[in-house]
């Protein structure tokens, strides 16, 4: 178990809805990353959010938003689904700004399946 | 942009034999590379981590190399085992006092031969 949670495990929709996808943290991590994972693909960065904070931008659809609340938990939020949208959603936590590596610790993905 | 890894290729090996991944990054600022293991339904798991001013290092039964002239990243696995079997993605740490960057490769999947 790494720690990190995620909700749903899996998620099934039409075109053209919205979901949010919810993810929590380690005890103590302050960094969150959101992934997709598509169908045998490598793992696409989407957004970081560090201390309820953006920090950084990778390729993230504009239909697609996430944030972090004061908790540290954070939410992705994804609209208007396409069937292209079906992927795995992957959250994961580091912490930052200690002497050893900050490694970064998945949670078990939330699988998305529009139709 | 900035990338790391190739496309998913496959990489079959006996068990028992080494294996060796490899990766190529474009990001020289990078502060650490990392290797990840995932295997089928869970998410991606830490390995091993060389850090940018390093050549090699070893954990167990496994060693990453760190080529920074040609920008290439390996992980080699002795002895591999059917618990090996898994996709492995490289990785390329970027430190920031404002939140690092994480940047994942293609992967690699490995599929151990019994």
């Known amino acids: 178990d790494s720690g990190v949670t995620q909700t749903p495990k899996h998620l099934i929709t039409a075109t053209g809805q919205r979901v949010t996808l919810r993810c929590s943290p380690r005890s103590g991590d302050l960094s969150v990353y959101w992934y997709q994972q598509s169908l045998d693909q490598g793992l696409q960065f989407l957004i970081q959010?560090?201390?309820?904070?953006?920090?950084a931008k990778g390729n993230i659809l504009e239909r697609f938003s996430a944030q972090q609340f004061p908790d540290l938990h954070s939410e992705l939020n994804l609209s208007s689904l396409e069937l292209g949208d079906s992927a795995l959603y992957f959250c994961?936590?580091?912490?930052?700004?200690?002497?050893?590596?900050?490694?970064?610790?998945f949670g078990q993905g939330t699988r998305l399946t529009v139709v | 942009g900035e990338s790391v890894g190739l496309h998913l290729p496959t990489l079959s090996v006996q068990e028992g034999d080494n294996s060796i991944i490899n990766c190529a990054y474009s990001?020289?600022?990078?502060?650490?590379f990392i290797w990840y293991k995932q295997e089928s339904g869970k998410g991606p798991q830490f390995i091993i981590d060389i850090r940018s001013n390093m050549d090699k290092r070893q954990g167990q039964r496994v060693t990453v190399l760190l080529n920074k002239t040609v920008k290439h990243l390996s992980l080699q696995i002795a002895a591999t085992q059917p618990g090996d079997s898994a996709v492995y993605f490289c990785a390329d740490l970027y430190l920031k006092a404002a939140g690092n960057k994480l940047t994942f490769g293609g992967g690699t999947r490995v599929l151990v031969k019994p």
């Open positions: 990001n020289s600022a990078s502060d650490y």
């Open positions: 994961a936590s580091s912490v930052v700004g200690q002497k050893r590596i900050p490694e970064a610790f």
């Open positions: 959010y560090y201390n309820g904070e953006e920090r």
